[in-house]
T-cell receptor, first 113, second 109 residues
């Protein structure tokens, strides 16, 4: 039982490049989330999904797209990376019957030059 | 919109008790959760209040007062390993979290 895993752990991009971050969970959770965390700040919700095939915008969705083609996977895409997207990205999942707990992945550190 | 306020940094001595406050300006949330995050690590769940009052989980307790728009996390018998950042989070529909900016706790010998 790996919980929530994220790929890659670290990535350096040049401005304008694209990339996809992969999140996978093996807990059969319905809900999944993507956050970004900047130095000295809390986590801000980018996008979330309440089930396979569904996605919705969070607090800071601009510049990102997501897809949830399979229940266990949630992908975060950056079509044209900008230096302002340098951050640590966390994926999380949650059960419909346990509202207080989100299980987080280890994070992906992204540097955009 | 939501507004969550936490102190940015707190320092305490090993073995002491420390309280981290969280004040908010919002309504319509289901509950207040607390998460711990060590440097370079992922946030992990500590405590949750769906209703007003005190919830105790070992050395950690959390309190919520909806009438005062206020909550706190209480850490007792502080240990060096408790040095970390602590985040309060309001919970909304679909288990969406809105996080505070975090409190860095420094535990000194």
């Amino acid at each position: 039982n790996a919980g929530v895993t994220q790929t890659p752990k670290f990535r350096v991009l040049k401005t304008g490049q694209s990339m996809t971050l992969l999140c996978a969970q093996d807990m059969n959770h319905e809900y999944m989330y993507w956050y970004r965390q900047d130095p000295g700040m809390g986590l801000r919700l980018i996008h979330y999904s309440v089930g396979e095939g569904t996605t919705a915008k969070g607090e800071v969705p601009d510049g990102y797209n997501v897809s949830r083609l399979k229940k266990q996977n949630f992908l975060l895409g950056l079509e044209s990376a900008a230096p302002s997207q340098t951050s640590v990205y966390f994926c999380a999942s949650s059960s419909t019957v346990q509202e207080e707990t989100q299980y987080f992945g280890p994070g992906t550190r992204l540097l955009v030059l | 919109g939501q507004s969550l306020e936490q102190p940015s940094e707190v320092t305490a001595v090993e073995g002491a008790i420390v309280q981290i406050n969280c004040t908010y300006q919002t309504s319509g949330f289901y509950g207040l959760s607390w998460y711990q995050q060590h440097d370079g690590g992922a946030p992990t769940f500590l405590s949750y209040n769906a209703l007003d009052g005190l919830e105790e989980t070992g050395r950690f307790s959390s309190f919520l007062s909806r009438s005062d728009s206020y909550g706190y996390l209480l850490l007792q018998e502080l240990q060096m390993k408790d040095s970390a950042s602590y985040f309060c989070a309001l919970i909304y529909n679909f288990n969406k979290f809105y996080f505070g900016s975090g409190t860095k706790l420094n535990v000194k010998p």
